[in-house]
């Protein structure tokens, strides 16, 4: 099982980004997937979940300026972030889950800043 996140950067406040993680390893379209961050100092914090009908979940956060999808055809998750905060610095990460388990990628840098 792999999850590779790619997408992150550097933004100015205001700005956009998307976030995308290539699964790989497991049946893609039967799993949840999840996007969770890391700021420093501070715990993981869940952002969003996609379930494998296509429902959706936001921290009320992010609710209104993160919008999570997947493609099953290309096993892979994206998170769009507009109207992007200094508070939204973090470390991102994808998660599936599979089975009872959960397993994670290694993480996207998101800086914001001006």
């Known amino acids: 099982v792999q999850l590779v996140e790619s997408g992150g950067g550097l933004v100015q406040p205001g700005g956009s980004l998307r976030l995308s993680c290539a699964a790989s390893g497991f049946t893609f379209s039967r799993s949840t997937m999840k996007w969770a961050r890391q700021a420093p100092g501070k715990g993981l914090e869940w952002v969003s979940s996609?379930?494998?009908?296509?429902?959706?979940a936001y921290a009320d956060a992010v609710k209104g300026r993160f919008t999570i999808s997947r493609d099953n055809a290309k096993d892979t998750v994206y998170l769009q972030m507009n109207s992007l905060k200094a508070e939204d610095m973090a470390v991102y990460y994808c998660s599936a889950i599979i089975d009872v388990n959960e397993v994670r990628g290694q993480g996207t840098q998101v800086t914001v800043s001006s």
């Open positions: 996609i379930l494998n009908d296509g429902s959706t």
